[in-house]
Every structure is written in C-alpha cells, then in structure tokens.
C-alpha cells in the first residue's frame, strides 16, 4: 500500500518557522499533484498548498508570501517551508498526493496521519 508520512511539525513562537516534510512510499508509479491541508479545532480542513508535477504552485490566501511548498520528485517528497507564523496557523497539517501506483491503474488520493503545528503568542 502507499503510506504519506509527514514530519516537522511541533511548537513555535509567533514569527518562527517550521519545515514539514511528507514522504510518499510503497507501490508508487508516479505523483501528479502533492499538498497540504490544515485543520483548525472546530473548522473545516482547507487547502493551504499544492504544488504539480510541473512545478506550479497554488496558495491559501492567508498563506501567501508567508509559506513555500516544494516538491523533491525523486524522493517523492513534499515540503512545506512556513515562516513568519501566526497563532491562526495553529492546526494539524495533512498532506495529500494523486498517486497511480501501477501504469494501468487510475490516480487516487492518498492522505498523511497529519502532523500538529502550534504557534504560540
């Protein structure tokens, strides 16, 4: 099976950084499109990152020139570079990915454990 594991996450002070990480294993023949998502107690999950094969990004507007998503294709790696946090980035960070694990087989969507950022005043 695939597994998505993430990393990286823990507590920091309003204005530090962190860098998740989320490595993709198992029966993998490739990854069309990795993210992350975060969910906040009491609010829904939204999308905060993505990034395609090609290498185009999409941002959360409230993310926007704070965050960097990155992708490292041969080890099947994502990564998210926060900075600047904020007490409102605080949630658990899931990462998602499209993955084919066989040529004939159709993508589907894979989700992390989830990993818990908490940014303190």
């Known amino acids: 099976q695939v597994q998505l594991v993430e990393s990286g996450g823990g507590l920091v002070q309003a204005g530090g950084s962190l860098r998740l990480s989320c490595a993709a294993s198992g029966s993998i023949f490739s990854i069309n499109v990795m993210g992350w998502y975060r969910q906040a107690p009491g609010k829904q999950r939204e999308l905060v990152a993505v990034?395609?094969?090609?290498?185009?990004?999409n941002y959360a507007d409230s993310v926007k020139g704070r965050f960097t998503i990155s992708r490292d294709i041969a080890k099947n790696t994502v990564y998210l570079q926060m900075n600047s946090l904020k007490p409102e980035d605080t949630a658990v960070y899931y990462c998602?990915?499209?993955?084919?694990?066989?040529?004939?087989?159709?993508?589907?969507?894979?989700w992390g454990q989830g990993t818990q950022v908490t940014v303190s005043t």
């Open positions: 990034i395609t094969s090609g290498g185009s990004e």
């Open positions: 998602n990915a499209d993955i084919r694990r066989y040529s004939y087989s159709t993508a589907f969507r894979y």
